[in-house]
Structures are given as structure tokens and as C-alpha cells.
């Protein structure tokens, strides 16, 4: 609770005479706002934390603001503390009310503060007047400028634009950029930033070989066109996305179509689909004139909300929840900023009211959930063909077991119970457990069946085929049968051809929901109301009574100075390993400044001016002499700019959690590289789905080469996440994640070391190494693990290790056939389980691991 307290503290010592009334006398010395009240007080709003009918709106960081007061107007009146309400507030003189309403009170001698300065009128500094004048004039809210090339002394370094921005800088540290990485390192670098995937050792000989002025620039013009691209990006956006493939909390249901909305995205990323149309799509692809189904699946964007299916919970409190999230997950994700710290209150930092907040938040609150048929190609025909066989044979069993016999009484004695709460309690629980378990319960229960679309009909069927318990006896339960029927309709669907379905939102078709400022962020505790509209500081928006497209719009407009700034900087990020600015989740007063503003400045608008082309920026940024450098670190350089802030070469990364595990899959030749589709269940370590709620996550292993697909594909339980994604800083998919994290941890080289898919990447990497001659072998394991030949010294050091592994395992022999089982012809295992060992031994090299 110290924040509260903080709203009202000064930053500065005074000695004040204390009265038990609260209301000391007021100092002699001069306070002037900006230099010692402004500081504690414009981090808050006193209306948010108070009486929001009487003061709503009252901001003690504005001039104007304070001299006119809140609704009720003499909330603070100069020269005359004893009559400012806001004295008697805090010092707890009206009836029933105390500001701040939680934590420490204030002392008489903060009181005190508060009434000098209110007595000596308010006085306001120049330096407060600026602030005021200042804050929506902070460098990010400024219309992108187009600056010209900067000129620089060397004329021959640059490759392109981006190059003279970072030169120029550089010779005015008077230091010299990097050279150029050799075409080994180049090639790797180039194919794990567009792909993910490290390049094979067919591709860097080819590289090698090509000795054409634009042999880089036609590699470049490859990966962007390679079918792995998008995979690549697609990660990248999921994290911002917080995309997950289950609901999270308690239940933590899995989400069968979830993938739906990530094959979109994968799709969507390979096709090089501007970044306003996918913006657009995104936000309100089902508000589109026309929207066609790729329109209207990008809003899958908005259905990775977490779910709450708990017991007992309020329904329409975790809607608001959603929508919530909906709000300040978009304003992160395209605008880089915190619009969430207005939930409750005015930002502390940014200028955003909290009815701002909730403006914005109203363009989602009408919006719900909905699943809509998305077949991918190939799956319409099939379906349609066996699904009068399946209708028959589903409705054949329902009137075997007596399902709408019995669903018929169930559903009116639903309805009575949701009219008559607390009478029954049997009742009770079995109608929360519909509203939980079942989406959009409510409105299938007022349909009649013959009113209710197939899918809505099927699901309560099916719902109440699994939860017909609850209210009848265990023996009745039994005699019905239904766990058989459950099993029966289960195998029957698994028995024909799929239609593939995506989540998407959609307005609600029959209410219109009005939007009001939440007091202090509480769903019951309505304020005024909110209409749609979005954030004063910023372009205004032109239409009068704004949806969700407008919004869209509004976002990708040319005058919006943060959404170019804020993905390019994003883009930048993956090629460099931080931003431009730092702070790629926050570019409001709390972020950092970029590093080089006219290049932020430069590439914003060469973005917009491009038709928001992802690919074009890719590009750019890898042709660039910056990109390209080696990552060598020269002790004069660091010793002048540690962090490379500079760009005076480039920088090693670790590689993502998924990449890791992808590099191990494409160098053994295990990788199963479909794009696009469900997720997958690989092997995952013993006891660990037991660490979910009552154990009630399962983890089927997926069979046949589906264990060995990228990262990308790996089912995300929130609750019990992959561990190995995990253990390499992947995000938790709870909120958006605009830059991840990278540890080193000894959990890692354990990882690496023990868990079954590297195990086996390891075997089979020594398989193929075992097909090559015996003079190639280790030249081979080098460049196909890590895109180079060894240095004689490691040759040596390799054919000691392979020596006496081979001399450990002969006194073993049974550790060796644990390790390799099969038998290769003309290999006797002793040796094939040490080319194991030692390719794991590669494998797990920070070398590996790492791009240059």
C-alpha cells in the first residue's frame, strides 16, 4: 500500500508545528510546486483513490486542474487551507472518509506541507508550467520525422542508409566500426536471424563457391523467400501475442483451434502481408466490408486472452477481465505503451487519464467469442462428403442412450435454476458448471433445439452427456451409461475427416454494451460513462462514433508517431539484440531514449513510405554494413562502449528456446519440417504434468515424426509449460512479451544434456557422421553443428576424446548399447555410442547455441 502513501509524502525535510486536529500551522517557507510538492504529486490522481462522485476527475499535477476542482468545485481553494476539502480529507475530518484510503496515513507534518502550499496559493514554478507543456511533446509522441543522410567521413563503409546514421555516430566517439564477418559466420547468422534454422553444409559450400558481387544479396533473397521464413516471424509475433494453446487458472482447458489463429499468422508472414492489412485484420478483421475468412481470422489476436473456468467464479467479472487485457494488450503491442497503469487510476507517468483508459477499452467491450469454420485446402471436400454418415451415426447413438429424452427436463430445470439461485443447490452447481465449461451458454440454453446452430447443439449436447451426474444418483448414473456414450461419440469423431475451426470475436449481435470508467479498476463499481475514442495526446480520430476499424485505422495511420517507431524497433531488436530503444515494451516518459533517433526516425518512415513491406525491412536491415560485421569484441571499443550501444560491431546472441532445440532436429536430420498445422506433444520429462492442478493436464505423446517439429508447433499448457522452452527463457503467454530474456543457467547444459530429443538428435547425428569416410568425419561434425571446419588443435583434442571413450565404453559395454541401441553395419557399438557422446559434446558448445 506504500504507493497510496507515496501520493501525498514531499521529498523534502520541513520542521512543522503538529496539532492532533491534523491541522498543523502552516510553514513560513516557500513551496513551490515543481520543486517540492510536483515531484510525489503527478505521479497520482487524488480523485482516482477518493470520492469519485465528488471529485471525479481532480488531478493535483495540473495548474488548471487544481484551481477548478472536481464535480463538486472546492475540493482546493488558494490561500485558504482550512477550507480545501482536500485537507479535511487527509486529515480524516470528514465523515467516514480518509484519504489515502489504504495504508499509512499522513503525519501532521505532511499535512502540514499540504497547507502551506495551499495557503502561499498554489505557488507554481516555471519548471512546473514546462512539465506541463512538455509531456505530450515527449520524443515518441512527436510525428515521425524524415531526416536526411547524415554525411560521414568514410564514404566507401556504408552499404546503405542505415549505415550512415550508425557511422556518423561512431566517428563522433572516434571509433571505428568492425570489419566484415567472414561468409562462414555470415551465412549462419543471416539463416538463424530469417529462419530459425542453421544452414546445412551443402548451403555454406554453395555460399563459399559463389563469388558474385551479390552472392550475400541473393542468400538474403533465398531465406526471405524460404517456406521457414514465416515460421520464424511467426514466433516472434506469437510472443507479443501472448499466444498459448490452453485457457490458464485452474482448469487450464486446452484450446483445440488455437493453432488456427498461428498458422494465420504463419501464413500471413510468408506471404509478406503489409503490416496495416495485418494490423487491420487483427484488431477488426470481422468489421471489414465483406471480410472474407482470412479477414476475419486474424482477430484470433484477441481470443489468447486467459480463460477462467473455476468454480463459483463470476462470469461477466473475468468478460470484463478479457476485455481488459484485450485493451491493454493492443496498446502494448502496437503502441509500446503501459496503457494498463490506467486501469485504476490516471498514469502515473504518461498522459493517460483513466477515462482514457477506459475509452479505449470500449472499442472491445462489445465483442465476443465465437468459433468459426476455417478448413485449410484439401479438408472441405472430405468432410463434406462423410458428414451425413457421421450425423446419422452421432444421432443414432443419442436416441440409443436416450440423450434428448432426458436433455429435454435438464435444460427447464436449468433455466429455473438460473431464475431461482439458492434454492437448489444440486442445481446450483450443475448450472455454474454449464456457464464454466460451456461457451455462450446462456444464449444455446434460451434457443429452442431447432433454433440453435449444429455447433452450439452439439456442445450442449455433449455437456450435458458428461456432466448428467451432477444431479441424478451415482446408480442412476451408471445405468444411463453415458461414460460409454462419451467414449462411443468420442471414437466416432475421431473416425472421419476433420473441418478445421478458429477462434475469433465478433460484436455481439443482439446488445449493445455501454462502457463506464471503473472505479479504481473495480467491474462493479461503475463511474461515468466511456465511449469509444482513443488517446487525446496523440492524432485525433475523425469518425464520430468510432468501432473497432476505426481504431485499426487509427493505429496504422501516417500520423500515428508510434506504431512504425515501435515495430521497426522490434525488427531491429531480432537483428541486433536489443532496440534502438531499449525499452521495446515502453516508449512513453518512462522508457529510455533511442539510441540513434534519426535512424528510429529514418526506418519508421521508410516503413510506412514502403507499404509497411515486412520483408523490405528485413532486408534492408541485413544488407546493412552494420549487420554484417564481425561480433569480435576490441578492447578499445568496449572500453568506450560496453554495451554496444553504438553498434560498433555486432552482437552474439543466445539462440530462442525453440531455435535451440530446432538447431539440434535440422543438424541430425531428424527435423520434420511441415509448416503449419495442430500442435504437438513431444516427450516430455517424468513428473512434470503431475504438477497441474489435481493432475488434471494430460500429455499424449505425439507418435511418428510429429515429435520432431519445431518449437513453434509444441503445445503451450499455461500452467505446465514445456520445461525445456522454459528452462531457455520462452515467456509464460500470460501478458505480451516484447523482448525476451536470456539467462545461462547450469539447467540448461543439463537440458541439453539428458532430455530425450537431444539424446536422440545426438544419435543420429553420429549417424550421419558414421556414413562419411573416416578422414571427413570430424570436418563434417564441425559444419554441420556449427558452419565451420576445426582448428588442427580441436582435431586433436577430438580424436583423444573419441579414443577414450571408445576405451570407457569396451569396459561397459553394456553403458554403450543404453546409449546407441542399434547396430550399424561395419560399427561395432562401443564406437558408435562414443560418436554419441561426442556429438552431444558439440551440441551443447556455447558455440551451438549462440549466433554471431
Known amino acids: 500500500m506504500m504507493k497510496n502513501r507515496m501520493f501525498f509524502l514531499a521529498a523534502f525535510p520541513m520542521a512543522l508545528a503538529a496539532q492532533q486536529t491534523g491541522l498543523p500551522a502552516p510553514a513560513a517557507t516557500a513551496i513551490e510546486f515543481a520543486r517540492d510538492i510536483e515531484p510525489i504529486l503527478s505521479k497520482n490522481c487524488f480523485g482516482c483513490h477518493g470520492d469519485r462522485t465528488q471529485m471525479s476527475g481532480l488531478r493535483l499535477d495540473q495548474r488548471a486542474a487544481v484551481l477548478k476542482g472536481g464535480v463538486s468545485g472546492a475540493v482546493v481553494i488558494p490561500g485558504n487551507s482550512a477550507g480545501s476539502r482536500l485537507v479535511r480529507l487527509v486529515s480524516g475530518l470528514e465523515d467516514k472518509k480518509i484519504m489515502p484510503p489504504a495504508g499509512a496515513r499522513l503525519s501532521p507534518a505532511e499535512i502540514g506541507l499540504l497547507r502551506a502550499w495551499i495557503d502561499q496559493g498554489l505557488k507554481w514554478s516555471d519548471s512546473a508550467a514546462a512539465r506541463q507543456t512538455a509531456l505530450p511533446s515527449h520524443w515518441s509522441f512527436k510525428p515521425i520525422g524524415r531526416p536526411d543522410l547524415p554525411r560521414t567521413r568514410n564514404q566507401s563503409w556504408a552499404r546503405n542508409p542505415i549505415d550512415h546514421f550508425v557511422l556518423v555516430r561512431l566517428e563522433r566517439e572516434g571509433i571505428e566500426p568492425s570489419q566484415e564477418a567472414a561468409k562462414r559466420t555470415l551465412i549462419r547468422r543471416v539463416s538463424l536471424d530469417l529462419t530459425g534454422l542453421p544452414p546445412s553444409p551443402s548451403e555454406i559450400h554453395d555460399f563459399l563457391n559463389d563469388n558474385r558481387p551479390d552472392a550475400y544479396e541473393r542468400l538474403v533473397d533465398r531465406l526471405l523467400d524460404s517456406p521457414h521464413y514465416g515460421e520464424r516471424w511467426a514466433r516472434h509475433w506469437l510472443d507479443l501475442a501472448r499466444y498459448a494453446d490452453s485457457d490458464g487458472y485452474e482448469k487450464d482447458y486446452v484450446r483445440p483451434n488455437a493453432w488456427r489463429w498461428r498458422h494465420w499468422v504463419i501464413e500471413s508472414f510468408q506471404r509478406d502481408k503489409p503490416f496495416d492489412q495485418f494490423t487491420t485484420q ?14 476475419k481470422l486474424g482477430v484470433g489476436f484477441h481470443r489468447n486472452t486467459l480463460t477462467n473456468r473455476e468454480g463459483g467464479v463470476n462470469i461477466e467479472q473475468f468478460r470484463v477481465e478479457q476485455v481488459i487485457d484485450r485493451a491493454s494488450s493492443t496498446a502494448a503491442v502496437w503502441l509500446g505503451l503501459t496503457l494498463g497503469c490506467a486501469q485504476c487510476h490516471d498514469h502515473k507517468y504518461d498522459p493517460i487519464t483513466q477515462k482514457e483508459y477506459y475509452r479505449f477499452f470500449a472499442f472491445f467491450n462489445n465483442a465476443d467469442e465465437y468459433n468459426v469454420d476455417a478448413p485449410l485446402p484439401g479438408e472441405m471436400g472430405p468432410y463434406l462428403k462423410a458428414a451425413p454418415e457421421y450425423r446419422a451415426k452421432r444421432e443414432e447413438l443419442l436416441k440409443k442412450y436416450r440423450v434428448h429424452e432426458l436433455q429435454g427436463p435438464w435444460e427447464a430445470r436449468m433455466k429455473e435454476a438460473r431464475a431461482n439461485p439458492g434454492k437448489w443447490t444440486d442445481w446450483d452447481h450443475a448450472y455454474d458448471a454449464l456457464q464454466k465449461y460451456m461457451d455462450h451458454a446462456d444464449r444455446i ?26 444431479i441424478i444418483s451415482r446408480e442412476e448414473w451408471k445405468e444411463l451409461k453415458f461414460t460409454e456414450l462419451r467414449a462411443k461419440l468420442n471414437e466416432l469423431k475421431e473416425q472421419y475427416p476433420p473441418l478445421s475451426e478458429a477462434p475469433i470475436i465478433a460484436e455481439h449481435p443482439d446488445v449493445s ?36 476499424i476505426d481504431l485499426a485505422r487509427w493505429l496504422v495511420s501516417s500520423d500515428n508517431p508510434l506504431t512504425a517507431r515501435v515495430t521497426v524497433n522490434r525488427f531491429w531488436q531480432e537483428f541486433f539484440g536489443r532496440g534502438l530503444v531499449r525499452t521495446a515494451e515502453d516508449f512513453g516518459t518512462q522508457g529510455e531514449k533511442p539510441s540513434h ?54 552482437t552474439r546472441l543466445r539462440l530462442p528456446a525453440e531455435s535451440i532445440r530446432d538447431a539440434a532436429l535440422s543438424v541430425s536430420e531428424l527435423l520434420y519440417p511441415a509448416i503449419g498445422g495442430k500442435s504437438v506433444r513431444p516427450p516430455i520429462p517424468k513428473g512434470v504434468v503431475d504438477l497441474s492442478y489435481a493432475g488434471s493436464v494430460k500429455w499424449p505423446e505425439s ?20 520445461p525445456m522452452l522454459m528452462n531457455f527463457d520462452a515467456p509464460d503467454a500470460n501478458i505480451p512479451a516484447c523482448r525476451r530474456t536470456r539467462s545461462n543457467t547450469p539447467l540448461q547444459a543439463l537440458n541439453m544434456l539428458n532430455d530425450p530429443v537431444f539424446v536422440e538428435a545426438s544419435q543420429a547425428l553420429a549417424m550421419r557422421v558414421l556414413r562419411k569416410e573416416s578422414g571427413e568425419r570430424i570436418g563434417f561434425l564441425f559444419e554441420a553443428a556449427l558452419g565451420r571446419t576445426p582448428s588442427p588443435r580441436e582435431r586433436d583434442w577430438v580424436q583423444s576424446f573419441l579414443h577414450a571413450q571408445i576405451q570407457s565404453f569396451e569396459k561397459q559395454p553394456g553403458r554403450a548399447a543404453e546409449l546407441f541401441p542399434l547396430e550399424l553395419a561395419g560399427h561395432p557399438q562401443t564406437e558408435t555410442a562414443a560418436w554419441t557422446v561426442l556429438s552431444s559434446a558439440i551440441m551443447n558448445l556455447d558455440e551451438f547455441i549462440t549466433r554471431e
Open 282 to 295: 487483427q484488431i477488426a478483421g470481422d468489421l471489414i466490408p465483406g471480410a472474407t475468412l482470412d479477414d
Open 445 to 470: 440454453l434460451d434457443l429452442r433445439p431447432e433454433q440453435r446452430p449444429r455447433k452450439w447443439a452439439d456442445s450442449i449436447e455433449d455437456h450435458f452427456v458428461i456432466n448428467y451426474h451432477r
Open 513 to 548: 454494451r455501454k462502457s463506464h470508467v471503473l472505479i479504481r479498476g473495480d467491474w462493479r463499481n461503475k463511474g461515468m460513462e466511456a465511449a469509444p475514442g482513443v488517446l487525446s495526446f496523440l492524432h485525433p480520430m475523425k469518425a464520430a462514433s468510432p468501432t473497432r
Open 597 to 650: 533517433p534519426e535512424l528510429l526516425d529514418w526506418l519508421a518512415g521508410r516503413f510506412i513510405d514502403s507499404g509497411w513491406r515486412v520483408k523490405a525491412m528485413h532486408k534492408l536491415i541485413v544488407m546493412s554494413a552494420t549487420y554484417r560485421q564481425a561480433s569480435v569484441i576490441r578492447p578499445g571499443a568496449a572500453a568506450r562502449d560496453p554495451e554496444n550501444t553504438l553498434l560498433a560491431r555486432q
Open 703 to 722: 507418435p511418428g515424426k510429429d515429435r520432431y517439429r519445431r518449437g513453434l508447433y509444441i503445445l503451450f499448457q499455461r500452467t505446465v509449460p514445456y
